[in-house]
């Protein structure tokens, strides 16, 4: 019989270097997508747009995938139902048919640099039904969802494009 272990995303999909792609260790993978059901169960959402995460987006159980799209410029995963090509440098080419759309996004850009996150918060305002960062704080059924990974020195720039706060879980990759 074959291991269970070899049919996690990380079992069966070998990173890009060329696209920049490093993956998140299993047990990351675990924590976070733990993580994401439980703040879409807290929130009252289902419907969760994944930028540049296909290892998240793959992890999760797939009928919880049913309602999800995963945003994502290698064409490796074209074939899956919630495939959305992206290129992070054109956020205004989004299909408008997704603006509104979801109740949260996960980022983990290929880059770490300001002119990139602040992409990504151009693709995370149009796709998010309620913004991320209300004028008034109001509960959270009510407000975008972004969950990120990045630097600790992005931490200022976070809150400033989407008002989010440093967590002190630090992801690994699988090469870590």
Known sequence: TQDDSDQTFLGVTPENANFNQYWYSNATIE?????????????????????????????????????????????????????????????????????????????????????VWEKYAIASRFLLKNDPKPENPIDIQQKGIVMGTTVRENKDLMMQLFGAKPTEFLPYTSET
């Not at 997508?33 to 289902?46: C, F, Q, V, Y």
């Not at 949260?104 to 640099?113: A, G, H, L, S």
């Open 31 to 115: 924590v976070l997508t733990k993580a994401i059901l439980e703040i879409l169960s807290l929130a009252g959402g289902r419907r969760v747009a994944f930028l540049s995460t296909p290892s998240l987006y793959f992890s999760l159980p797939e009928e919880k995938r049913i309602d999800c799209k995963v945003f994502e410029f290698d064409t490796v995963w074209q074939n899956d139902v919630g495939f959305v090509h992206y290129d992070f440098n054109k956020p205004e080419n989004l299909d408008p048919s997704l603006k509104n759309m979801f109740d949260m996004v996960v980022i983990d850009p290929p880059f770490v640099e300001h002119e």
